[in-house]
């Protein structure tokens, strides 16, 4: 019976150490992907673009991208950047006061 409970508790603690190992890994993996990434076709709809202004903002630098088999894909925070960067606010002009 000794035999017995000792084995329960050595499984019960091995579980206990892949349980902390999976959530270790389930952790780093989720910090890798952290980021979401969005190919070049869906950035051309969502700032309304063509393809060759799209290649203009890669080739000046403007925007960072990644590129897998010749796809394009981009950083949404990037994305997000770059319209902040050029944010601006409506200034109305002078009125005669």
Partial sequence: MDEILKG???LSGELKEIKVHLQYLKKTRTEIF???WIDGQDVM???NISLRTLQSLRD???LP???I???FYYKVSDL???LEVNYSRYLKPNSYD
């Fill in 60 to 62: 000046s630098g403007t």
């Fill in 34 to 36: 952290k980021e979401s």
């Fill in 80 to 82: 997000e950047k770059l």
């Fill in 65 to 67: 991208f990644s590129r």
């Fill in 69 to 71: 088999n010749g796809k």
């Fill in 8 to 10: 329960i508790l050595a």
């Fill in 45 to 47: 709809l969502a700032l």
